[in-house]
């Protein structure tokens, strides 16, 4: 199912948030970074060659003036809350994908302006005149689809989403995220289908659906959904669930945002509770608050993912940044004012095509009600092994616990990924349920390190290999990496297929026929390592379809690992 989806974006709005609130004039260069890297780029730097990802130095040496503020998730939202506000003058029922995007109805209110194009010059006239920002509208079928087209400030016709698509480099799925994790793990997806030749949305799109999500997972099913101009989540097949509400009322009010948020917390736990006890998952969350003086204050947050991904601390963030934007902005518009500025109002009660109530400021909160919207069965998602949908991962971790009280905690252990050259390097196994500092960092560089994938099964100890040419003679490597000959068969020690025999390297041993091959890669450290190794890594693939990691040292032949 496919809806008609408008789409505002406020280009470089992390950075436009942190000078508005540090009052940066314009034309200043700035940019926000990490502590690492710069995350956002002013129009004035990016003239200057800043870009995002540059280190800091990197940054100032291109633009010496460069302002570089924080990141900070909580002013972005916070600041935003008047670009939403005015958006909502226009059409209501407007949704928050991340600070500096919003998604909104575009059916009813296109008909009522007139069309696709008078809703966003609309949008567009009405956020410069109350807010001073200058944003983009994109209109299509489906969010993906509308979001790239309010990136080129185009309306795409009916039914033109597929055709919009198509060409576009698969990497575009990056831009309706509006989570960190999201956005890393959308990457690696977006380089793993660049390898096996699909760059763009519409090749993503010809593939088959059950053969994307078996391939790829949950992420890979929310990935295809939008590459075809579908919405982010399929409507319930068997029935539609009710939403999911939870309030309080606040004696005394809150005036502070913390005082609002302890009551929230207790709330976004309730109302986790429900839906895990129900076996739910939402797709968007609804803040409701009322003030002592009876104005009602509403806002709508999306919750990307493939499932949805509420939790206790996620519900609590949203609401901390909403109550931030309700209760924080008025006395920032006092201070402004103070200085000679324009305040900006605040958009309370019901809001029709037309316009909405304001008043000057917001009193303390007296309610606050959390609504979990777009409910479906959880079964209608991926199931997850350690999935939070149906609270497996918390009787995991129950278990777990149990196993680690009776038989000590170094019992029942964890793997973490470290920094390493071959895959048993990379495997690090703490103590499960310890924050243990890893001794080698990942994210270091690791030359001479084997390409990606890595193999399913890490075998230990690793059998040994017999890798003859097609005259049966001994595959040997000599120093400059030359092979004696191309591999054609391999027998090994143990069967390095067959499940615990394969990852104990016993059993009654096994034989192939090479059907393809790539390497050898060289691994030689350096006399300073602990211990030193010199080892050639090479990878067939046998007759069967299985794929082999085989390992050279001084002449002798192991299976490593072994490919899906």
Known sequence: ????????????????????????????????????????????????????????????????????????????????????????????????????????PAVGAS?????????????????????????????????????????ESVVVAREGSAAFLGPRPARDLVHVAARPDVVTALDALVGLLDRLGVR???????????????????????????????????????????????????DPPAERVDVATFAARRLAEDLHDQLVTRSLVAGRLRITARTV?????????RLDGPAGGLSPARITDRVRWQLEGWLTTSSVQAARAARGRTGRRRAVGGVSPGGTAEVP?????????LTAEEVVAAGAQQPRLWGASSGEDQRAHRALSRVQGLLGGDAVLQVATQGGRDVTDRVHLVPFGEDVVRPRDPAQPWPGSLPSPAPAVVLDPPPDAVVLDAAGRPVVVDARLAMSGDPATVRWAGDAGDGDAGRRGAGTGGAGTVGGWAGPWPLAERWWTTTPRRRVHLQVVLDDGRGLLLASTRGRWTVEGVYD
């Open 361 to 369: 400021g917001v009193a303390p909160l007296a309610h606050l009600a």
């Open 1 to 104: 199912m496919t809806t008609r989806t408008a789409a505002l974006w406020v280009p470089d709005w992390p950075v436009l948030a942190a000078m508005a609130v540090r009052d940066i004039p314009a034309h200043v260069p700035a940019a926000t970074h990490d502590g690492r890297r710069v995350v956002a780029v002013s129009a004035t730097a990016r003239a200057h060659g800043v870009r995002r990802g540059m280190r800091r130095r990197r940054a100032r040496e291109c633009c010496p003036d460069l302002e570089l503020l924080d990141v900070d998730d909580a002013r972005d939202a916070r600041e935003f809350e008047p670009v939403a506000l005015a958006a909502e003058t226009v059409v209501a029922g407007l949704e928050i994908t991340r600070p500096g995007l919003l998604l909104l």
């Open 111 to 151: 008909r009522y302006h007139g069309s696709d194009e008078a809703l966003a010059r609309a949008l567009v006239t009405r956020v410069v005149e109350r807010t001073g920002h200058e944003c983009q509208v994109g209109v299509a079928d489906g969010i993906l689809a509308a979001v790239l087209a309010a990136r």
């Open 293 to 301: 003086e009876g104005d009602d204050l509403e806002r709508t947050w």
């Open 200 to 250: 763009t949305l519409g090749a993503l799109a010809a593939l088959p659906p059950a053969t994307v999500e078996g391939r790829f997972g949950a992420l890979g099913a929310w990935a295809h959904r939008l590459a075809r101009g579908e919405d982010l989540r399929p409507p319930a097949r068997r029935r539609v669930e009710q939403d999911v509400a939870v309030q309080a009322d606040l």
